[in-house]
């Protein structure tokens, strides 16, 4: 009975895809052909180069480790420099760009104007030569009027004072 | 367990590990030289990818997983190393990285450890106009004979699609060669 079966099996039932034999042709033979023409590539490699290369990698290995050690060293030293050099930068800016503040009458202040002028010893020729003629006129020292508060402020300040009454 | 894994464990062990890392070096040396060679072209660029590669890859055996095949993960440094060596050149000459690759064959005539004929030298020239994966693709099966199973372990791609890539690869090789 079983034997009847396989008798009549005619097909394994197996697929190939659409085009294989024609496809698989021309790919063998392309590259049989290519083989026939050139088969190695002409690259060539020194006398003994695979004997030496790994002793040579080997050697590598050694000193990468060894160059790690070395860096961690110097990191100290590397930042405190750093940080001196940082710190002369700062004061060598500091002193030699003082900003673009110019030295005009205008930005002194009053009041070191006249700490400097009662300093100073001038005369009333000096004083006068200053001053114009406008300024000049008497009529300023009748015409402005003194207030009772400055006055009285004034007097206080007066040491001789005492002189003044009993005069 | 399998042989990987113990491999792995020896390689992540301090006791066993720089005995199983210069079993690794000499497993794997040789191939990942001829893949880096591949892509670079030069012997010297080629040597220096190779000593980087296996650098990065002792570093960063404590960090391997294990979710791909060890020789995977090594072919996969091998590779963005190189491609980074050859951008990092193209920078350097003001060329884009076709013409870097063109530029790097082209040299490859005065290259004394270039022992190419006429024939070879077109075919590297040939490979340098496909894509970048399909020159990847092409190098690994036709010079490295790397498996189409392991190929897509490194590549991350379908054996499928990685099939139907090199034969698109043998066919513009092949023209380009038969054109004059």
């Known amino acids: 009975m079983k034997q009847k079966k396989l008798d009549t099996i005619k097909t394994s039932r ?53 160059v790690k050690v070395i860096f961690l060293f110097n990191w100290k030293k590397t930042i405190y420099s750093a940080a001196a050099i940082a710190a002369c930068l700062a004061l060598m800016f500091n002193l030699f760009y003082n900003g673009s503040e110019e030295l005009t009458f ?47 402020d004034y007097l206080l300040e007066q040491s001789d004072l005492e002189d003044l009454i009993t005069q | 367990m399998d042989n990987e894994h113990l491999f792995i464990q020896r390689l992540t062990d301090p006791a066993t590990k720089e005995v199983a890392y210069r ?17 670079v072209k030069s012997h010297d660029d080629a040597d220096d990818v190779l000593q980087n590669t296996f650098i990065k890859v002792y570093k960063n055996l404590d960090n391997f997983k294990g979710y791909s095949k060890l020789f995977s993960w090594m072919y996969r440094i091998a590779t963005n190393e190189s491609l980074t060596l050859i951008k990092k050149n193209a920078k350097h000459i003001h060329l884009n990285n076709e013409e870097t690759q063109d530029f790097l064959v082209n040299n490859l005539k005065a290259d004394v450890y270039f022992e190419g004929n006429e024939i070879q030298l077109k075919l590297q020239q040939a490979i340098v106009t496909l894509p970048e994966k399909q020159q990847l693709v092409f190098n690994m099966t036709y010079f490295q004979d790397i498996t189409y199973k392991n190929l897509s372990d490194i590549l991350e791609t379908s054996e499928g699609a990685l099939k139907a890539s090199y034969h698109i690869a043998v066919k513009k090789i092949e023209a380009f060669l038969t054109q004059d």
Do not use: C, M
Not at chain 1, 26 to 38: D, P, S
Not at chain 1, 108 to 130: H, M
């Open chain 1, 14 to 66: 197996f697929k190939v895809p659409k085009d294989y034999f024609s496809q698989v042709e021309g790919q063998i033979r392309g590259e049989v052909h290519l083989k026939n023409k050139v088969k190695t590539s002409g690259f060539d490699v020194p006398d003994s180069y695979f004997e030496t290369i790994e002793n040579n990698i080997a050697k590598k290995l050694e000193d990468n480790k060894k």
């Open chain 1, 106 to 152: 205008d930005s002194l202040e009053t009041a070191s104007i006249e700490n400097y002028l009662e300093q100073e010893d001038y005369t009333s020729y000096e004083l006068a030569a200053l001053l114009t003629e406008a300024e000049l006129n008497t009529n300023n020292f009748t015409d402005t009027e003194i207030s009772e508060e400055s006055l009285e």
């Open chain 2, 23 to 39: 079993e690794l070096l000499s497993l794997y040396k040789e191939r990942l030289y001829w893949h880096i060679r591949h892509i």
